[in-house]
């Protein structure tokens, strides 16, 4: 794909029109359509999206007993032992499960000293109706400047990989197989391509207890397939009003998939590149009532030891708030981050990361660069999902 495509796919993209939609009663009426259509994937696929307190979780499909057998005497049962173990990099491709995502973050370095940050994610939502979204932006770390573009799309726009994924709709590229992964994304005035390449091991993510790698298991909430590469090697190209800059970074990929709620729970998502050279994911999962269900991730050391955080060993802290004057959403985008290595200040780059995507997922969300500002340092991306349908202050309070 050359300039003149990707200028002409981000002039398609429709940015400038969703954002004159951006009012409250547009978000409603989109979030009413979204979540009737939710109902429809859940009554469909049948173990997906459940209600977090409403409802007990199906049963697998596995016998208890096969699950005992594997879980060893005097040892409590995995639900996630009666699941197919990950299996790469088959499992790379798409499931057909209620929900899944392949998602991209990280900070790009030119040659001349500017830095920018981006991200890009294609969900998408499998059922009666089968639809795909594509969220990305990305951030002049210089200015501030923020680019943004979305889409939705029917069905799977997906040429068939056996063992990968290759999404290719209006001008955009998002594929890999293995180590190896292209990401190409046309914005409104601004375009970026990459090519990475993986060295490292792949991090399966798992609870503490259990011995199940690339499976969590949320409770009454579901089960989810979990797996990420910290430190993907990119190289490639950004251009913002024309002006063509060569770049590379390690980025972070994450790929998710299960039949889990995602109606009745909001998180604070955080991937981070440490300078001591180790890699957190951590995620804070909470109720619409505020209060925290579950917080959990893994520390990795790009050399395959990856260590699941125990309960108890992490702390969240808030400790700042920012409020889009856009939407009037507050954000908690400050926090002190307490782990077995230490104490951690996480401030994002720019305070202003707010991504409306009332066009496509009917949400509001946060997504943006970070910086690690004591301890050993380092810098990585957060997302803070589910504010818009829950009073910040509860939040806050944490």
């Given amino acids: 794909m050359n300039a003149d495509d990707l200028s002409r796919s981000s002039r398609r993209s429709g940015s400038g029109r969703w954002r004159s939609r951006r009012s409250r009663r547009a978000r409603r009426k989109g979030l009413l359509i979204f979540f009737a259509t939710l109902v429809v994937v859940a009554a469909v696929v049948g173990a997906g999206l459940y209600h977090l307190l409403a409802f007990e979780p199906a049963p697998l499909a596995a016998s208890g007993a096969a699950a005992a057998a594997a879980a060893g005497p005097g040892q409590p049962v995995e639900r996630t032992a009666a699941l197919a173990p990950l299996n790469l990099p088959a499992d790379d491709?798409?499931?057909?499960?209620?929900?899944?995502?392949?998602?991209?973050?990280?900070?790009?370095?030119?040659?001349s000293g500017e830095r920018y940050a981006f991200h890009v994610a294609v969900f998408v939502a499998n059922g009666l109706i089968k639809h795909t979204v594509l969220h990305a932006a990305l951030t002049d770390l210089q200015s501030g400047r923020r680019f943004t573009s979305q889409s939705r799309t029917g069905g799977m726009p997906s040429n068939a990989v056996e063992k990968g994924f290759d999404f290719r709709p209006e001008g955009w590229q998002v594929s890999g197989s293995g180590?190896?992964?292209?990401?190409?994304?046309?914005?409104?005035?601004?375009?970026?391509?990459?090519?990475?390449?993986?060295s490292h091991p792949v991090v399966a993510h798992r609870a503490a207890d259990s011995r199940t790698p690339g499976l969590l298991d949320f409770g009454q909430s579901g089960i989810s397939y979990y797996y990420s590469r910290p430190r993907m090697e990119a190289q490639g190209e950004v251009s913002i009003g024309g002006k063509q800059v060569p770049v590379r970074g390690e980025i972070w990929f994450d790929h998710q998939w299960g039949d889990f709620d995602v109606l009745t729970l909001g998180w604070n998502w955080f991937a981070l590149h440490l300078a001591d050279g180790s890699d957190v994911m951590l995620y804070a999962l909470f109720d619409m009532e505020g209060r925290n269900v579950l917080t959990a991730g893994t520390v990795s050391d790009g050399k395959g030891a990856a260590v699941p955080l125990k309960a108890g060993e992490t702390v969240l802290t808030p400790a700042g708030t920012w409020t889009s004057p856009r939407t009037r959403i507050s954000y908690v985008v400050e926090w002190d981050l307490k782990l077995p290595s230490g104490v951690f200040h996480l401030k994002p780059y720019f305070a202003d990361a707010e991504f409306d995507a009332a066009q496509t997922t009917a949400n509001v969300y946060w997504e943006g660069p970070v910086k690690v500002t004591s301890g050993a340092g380092g810098e990585g991306f957060m997302e803070l999902s589910g504010y818009d349908r829950v009073d910040p202050a509860k939040l806050a309070r944490k």
Wanted: hydrophobic fraction near 45%; avoid cysteine.
């Fill in 93 to 111: 491709r798409a499931h057909g499960s209620g929900m899944e995502w392949w998602y991209y973050s990280g900070i790009l370095n030119a040659t």
């Fill in 179 to 198: 180590p190896a992964h292209v990401v190409r994304a046309a914005l409104d005035g601004a375009w970026f391509t990459l090519d990475l390449k993986d």
